[in-house]
């Protein structure tokens, strides 16, 4: 079991969506643990690592141990030079993801990065801009509902009006810190774009996608450092709530608090509430019971369900993506609402009342 959110990477069964040989891709900036969750997702969907590149050979090698085969480029032209590749997938330092993705677009390859995307409207601007000019995507991997099963499973019972409309998402996204894992940037507040950029950047999506929202305006945000004083740029906890174009509203909290006896690195949890029932998502851990995670809570006017989906469900946002890149479908996740997500989380950071 994960014990930090750094190193989630789950993995699932193999459910190509294409020919082998159809769908090469390559992984470059390895600076966070979520490039691997990216890769097993593609892995799993049909695609081929062809190549993996960064500065840090150690970072290489590391890599190259979980993904034997993949063949080190010498440099990232020689990746967005290959006219094989397809997309280049990346979890670059927070700051760097902007710009290293508006050149993998004019490079003619699609874009997938970790979040969060962005820690600047500036950056996000200028990849709207580029993402129109080129046809390409700049794709976010919005791990907290595209990697969870639960996630995955309530987002079709929502789509199926097993809750009614959905009025209200609740999300709570809490991590674990281990500050001596983590790498110098981590802690630098220009680089990681401030918590509400950053981890509050899965829980907006979440919103929107839940909610079936387009936009939404922040109405309050709230940032602080609690317990981590020794890091004077780091914020550890962080929440907002938002109201949404249709009328849904969401608070949201995340923090860098949870405490060592937990098995695993956060309790993260969704609860949807609709005009005919709702449900809940425990999502990695099932506290005091079941260290297994992926459960799901239905009750609505029929009855109340509890659904254990580790395992069961898969993850198609990955070869969705595939087939979108392949045919420029927008199946996956529209361009649009992956840029929504990212500007809601900028704004709520800008906007945040900082506590103490």
């Excluded at 874009?111 to 000019?133: H, N």
């Excluded at 829980?203 to 890091?231: C, M, P, W």
């Excluded at 938002?242 to 937990?262: C, E, K, M, Q």
């Amino acid at each position: 079991m994960s014990q930090t959110g750094y190193d989630f990477a789950p993995k699932g069964k193999p459910r190509p969506v294409c020919q082998p040989g159809d769908f090469l891709f390559a992984a470059v900036a390895l600076d966070h643990g979520h490039i691997n969750g990216q890769c097993n997702g593609l892995l799993e969907a049909g695609g081929e690592l062809r190549w993996v590149f960064d500065p840090d050979p150690l970072k290489v090698r590391a890599f190259q141990k979980n993904f034997p085969g993949v063949e080190a480029a010498q440099s990232l032209t020689q990746v967005l030079e290959d006219p094989k590749v397809k997309l280049v997938a990346a979890a670059a330092v927070p700051s760097e993801r902007g710009a290293l993705g508006i050149q993998v677009m004019r490079a003619g390859k699609n874009y997938f990065t970790d979040k969060t995307p962005f820690t600047e409207l500036g950056q996000l601007a200028e990849a709207r801009s580029v993402a129109a000019e080129t046809g390409k995507k700049y794709m976010v991997y919005y791990s907290e509902r595209l990697h969870v099963e639960c996630a995955v499973f309530a987002g079709d019972l929502i789509q199926e009006g097993a809750i009614g409309r959905v009025v209200n998402v609740l999300g709570l996204g809490p991590h674990r810190l281990d500050a001596g894992a983590r790498p110098d940037w981590f802690f630098e507040r220009a680089k990681y774009g401030g918590i509400l950029c950053d981890i509050g950047s899965h829980q907006i999506e979440q919103f929107l996608y839940f909610a079936g929202a387009s936009d939404a305006s922040v109405t309050s945000a709230r940032v602080a450092n609690y317990g981590h004083k020794q890091y004077t740029e780091l914020e550890d906890f962080g929440d907002a709530t938002l109201i949404a174009d249709n009328g849904a509203t969401s608070y949201f909290r995340v923090d860098w608090l949870t405490p060592r006896g937990l098995r695993t690195w956060g309790d993260g949890r969704t609860v949807v509430l609709g005009t005919e029932g709702y449900l809940e998502m425990r999502k990695y851990i099932d506290v005091s019971r079941e260290a297994q995670g992926d459960h799901l809570f239905l009750v609505n006017g029929e009855s109340e369900q509890h659904f254990a989906l580790n395992g069961k469900v898969g993850y198609p946002f990955f070869g969705q993506l595939i087939l979108d890149c392949l045919n420029g479908t927008e199946n996956a996740m529209t361009q649009a609402h992956a840029f929504k997500a990212a500007e809601l989380c900028l704004k709520a950071q800008a906007a945040a009342h900082r506590i103490g």
